[in-house]
Every structure is written in structure tokens, then in C-alpha cells.
């Protein structure tokens, strides 16, 4: 149709930093404050989504989500609750490995601690370390899929270490 816009294309590279949600040079979101009031869906429950994502990511989600050091566990949570329920991008530095939000169930669960990491299978904890740089010696091959639970202030670079530990063991999907 003549003079019809084109859609926009699905976005391939979120990146986020402490302060904003990008695609390029395009501001998507401000990262929500992790001192704000809680955002409801549709249904009235609490969600982490963004109505602003939501609509930027109709076209398609991207492939893959890339948080700064600097950016919260809560600002990628926030990104990934935003996509579509189908949508499985990587997190950056973890090709192999497929991310989402979403209730995690009985799977088997990284709790990060402030002072510990431990690795839970139906609710008893089969392994403890002292901190995220021992992780990978807890954790088993044959989980293919992990939760994890990292408090929404910690950086992202600690969800980014958990990740590469959870790929080189051989988890291929992580739920946050």
C-alpha cells in the first residue's frame, strides 16, 4: 500500500545499563528504580514488565540481552518479563544458554546469598559455596535447565557470572 509504513524490525540486541533499556541508539525504557512502587500487569498481579518493551518487542524479540556490569539483576528481569512468553534470547558472553522470566517451579535453584551460593534440588541444598567464583563446583551436567534467585539490587554482572558458570556445566536454559 503506497505511503504505508513498514514495521519496524524485531530488535536482535537489547543492551542495558544502570540508567536505560536500549536497542542501537534507540531508548526503549529508563530502568525502574529499584526503590519504585511494583508495576501490575493486565490481571492486576505484580509484574517486572514494561508496557514500553512490550510494544517494542511485538515486531519480535531480540536475541540476545546484554546488561552492563553496572545495570541491576532487577533491570534484566524487568527486559525479560517484557518479551513475549515464547521468546528465548541469550544473555551476552552465553551462547549457548537460553534466559527467561518465569515461574520457576520445582526446578532446581541457585539461591546467591550475601554470604553463600548454594545449588537446591526439591527444596534440600545438595551443594554450598562461599562465593559465585566457586559455583561451577556444585553444579551438575545433567541439569539442563536452572532457576536462580539473585536479589533484584545485585549487579548484573553477577547474574552474568552465574550464567557462564551455569553453560559450562551444560545448562542450556536459565529461568529467572
Do not use: N
Not at 524487568?78 to 558472553?93: F, I, N, Q, T, Y
Request: aromatic share 2%.
Amino acid at each position: 500500500m503506497p505511503g504505508a509504513r513498514a514495521p519496524d524490525p524485531a530488535p536482535s540486541v537489547v543492551r542495558l545499563d544502570a540508567a536505560t533499556i536500549r536497542v542501537g541508539d534507540r531508548e526503549l525504557a529508563k530502568v525502574r528504580p529499584l526503590d519504585a512502587p511494583g508495576a501490575l500487569d493486565r490481571d492486576l498481579r505484580p509484574s517486572y514488565a514494561h508496557d514500553a518493551l512490550r510494544e517494542a518487542f511485538a515486531g519480535g524479540p531480540p536475541a540476545l540481552v546484554e546488561p552492563a556490569p553496572d545495570a541491576s539483576v532487577g533491570a534484566v528481569r524487568g527486559v525479560l518479563a517484557s518479551l513475549p512468553d515464547d521468546a528465548r534470547p541469550v544473555l551476552a558472553g552465553t551462547p549457548s544458554l537460553r534466559v527467561r522470566a518465569a515461574v520457576r517451579g520445582e526446578l532446581p535453584l541457585i539461591l546467591v546469598l550475601r554470604d553463600r551460593v548454594e545449588l537446591r534440588h526439591a527444596g534440600a541444598v545438595v551443594g554450598s559455596v562461599a562465593a559465585l567464583a566457586e559455583l561451577p563446583t556444585i553444579l551438575r551436567g545433567s541439569d539442563a535447565t536452572l532457576a536462580v534467585e539473585l536479589a533484584d539490587a545485585r549487579p548484573a554482572s553477577d547474574l552474568l557470572a552465574v550464567a557462564r558458570a551455569a553453560a559450562a556445566a551444560g545448562t542450556t536454559q536459565l529461568v529467572l
